[in-house]
């Protein structure tokens, strides 16, 4: 805590700028050796950036999710691997903010994140068919007295290994139906990880979202107090949703200012002409709008809906939330495209200060985690019924 | 209200176990609704009723239970006869 002074000082979006620095640096590194980002969650960490969103009372700062969203920005645009880590995390944060009041077990736990920085990883994926399926399960806790066990093959735990507690979903009990789920966090020491897949991928590759057996065993009270179900429609999705397309409107920033820099000195060469691809960075700048505009509107409508179950159940919000999703995964795919086109070979080359192939590659994660495709099933579900709001001001 | 919403819910809720084993105040998503069975159920709702759901009653909530599907179809019927 003795350090907890002098960075928590400085704002936010400082302490912010400042880890972001060091993920820039490493950016390149971690995704050529598809390792993970140590040195920026070290710098995250060092910055106090982990517990932010927890209340003041716990040792966090009340961070609204907005500013959360912009320390995604940040890091985003330094790389895309540490920031969606960060993100990831902040997810179990808002989580377990909203859905553990009331248990000593958490406010303690709570605690312990600001106190000593500590990484929430997220075991939902499970094989056997559930896939990315989120709200189902196969694997079930088992509650003997005091003790709950759980046992998982887990497809995906996103830095698993980097972690220092695992947010866990599974059924009630083992006579649950599989969409009758709780979620338990274990700590560091209460679990073991079997690695069973690697992860070797186009993009994203510092988030090493390795495959594991989970094998933990842990006192009662971890277990969640709400259904997961409410924790999922209330906050899980929203939340993934929103920090999500922060960080990859940071990806296509960045993009977009390689592409800009590029235009720029190409004008500087040749004073009195217009660069080929001047045009070109007026339209990513227009798309990089709608991004942003898409990405503030669902934090402004989530902020308004926060703390009141009726707003956050509605289906005109989980239409609006699916809707950003889809809207910022595919438009950045089409500013980083544009940008690869403005700034040609020195764009596509991997060592050049234009470089966009890590952009290009990370942006592509962004339409398959939870597959567009099923977001738009669920979406098109809802618009069986639900009518959306044409109102500005409503 | 309730025997029409029991067989209406058998017949589109999808789920893993026969509604004849569910109380009325039993929770539907921790029996196993999904979110495509609720709408699929809403919409037989409309089509029975003649009714058609607002946008305020567009949640979880409303289908959290057999009480609450039935006291929401009530709410709208009344509403949309007066």
Redesign the interface.
């Known amino acids: 805590m003795t350090a907890a002074g002098p960075v928590t000082a400085m704002s936010l979006p400082e302490r912010a700028k400042r880890a972001a620095k060091v993920a820039a640096k490493y950016a390149d590194a971690v995704d050529r050796e598809g390792r993970f980002p140590s040195e920026a969650l070290d710098a995250m960490k060092a910055e106090r950036l982990m517990g932010v969103m927890i209340k003041a009372e716990l040792g966090g700062e009340g961070a609204s999710l907005s500013e959360v969203a912009d320390v995604c920005v940040t890091l985003g645009q330094a790389c895309g691997s540490s920031a969606m880590v960060y993100a990831m995390h902040q997810i179990q944060i808002a989580s377990l903010n909203d859905y553990a009041v009331g248990s000593a077990w958490y406010e303690e736990f709570l605690g312990r994140v600001c106190d000593e920085q500590l990484l929430i990883g997220s075991a939902t994926s499970e094989a056997g068919g559930i896939g990315g399926n989120l ?1 189902n399960s196969i694997c079930a806790v088992d509650v003997v007295g005091d003790v709950v066990r759980l046992e998982k093959d887990a497809t995906v735990i996103s830095y698993g290994e980097a972690s220092d507690a695992i947010m866990v979903t599974s059924r ?1 009990n083992a006579d ?5 789920q709780v979620s338990t966090v274990f700590v560091k020491g209460q679990y073991t990880l079997e690695k069973t897949t690697d992860w070797d991928t186009l993009g994203m590759r510092g988030t090493c979202s390795e495959g594991f057996i989970f094998r933990a065993e842990g006192a009662k009270e971890q277990i969640l107090p709400r ?1 997961f ?1 409410e924790i999922a ?1 209330q906050s899980m999705l929203a939340v993934s949703h929103l920090l999500w397309s922060a960080l990859w409107y940071g990806i296509a920033y960045d993009a977009f200012a390689r592409g800009q820099s590029f235009v720029k000195a190409a004008a500087r060469k040749n004073p009195g002409q217009t660069p080929p691809g001047a045009l070109r960075v007026a339209e990513a700048a227009n798309l990089l709008q709608q991004v942003k505009g898409n990405v503030v509107s669902g934090l402004k409508q989530f902020e308004a809906a926060k703390g009141n ?2 707003a956050l ?4 919000f989980a239409v609006a939330m699916n809707n950003i999703k889809i809207g910022t995964s595919q438009t950045i795919l089409t500013v980083i495209n544009h940008c690869m086109l403005i700034c040609g070979i020195a764009g596509y080359k991997n060592d050049t200060p234009y470089s966009l192939g890590r952009h290009l590659r990370d942006a592509h994660s962004a339409q398959l985690m939870i597959s567009n495709d099923r977001v738009l099933g ?1 979406t098109s ?2 618009l ?4 959306p ?1 044409p109102s500005l001001v409503g | 209200m309730h025997d029409v919403v029991r067989q209406l819910l058998a017949k589109h809720g999808s789920l ?2 026969s509604v004849d084993e569910i109380a009325n105040n039993a ?1 539907l ?8 069975a609720s ?1 699929q159920l ?2 037989a709702l ?1 089509e029975h009723f003649d009714v058609e ?1 607002p ?2 009653l ?4 409303s289908f959290s239970s057999i009480d609450a599907i039935a006291a929401a179809v009530s709410e709208i019927a009344d509403d949309q006869a007066a």
């Open positions: 709200r009630r649950a139906a599989p969409s009758d259904p179900a429609a179950p009726d159940n509605a289906m005109s669920n579900t809802m069986l019924v639900n009518k709001d | 893993p176990v929770d998503y921790d029996a196993g609704l999904s979110s495509f709408v809403m919409l409309e759901f946008e305020h567009l949640n979880r909530k």
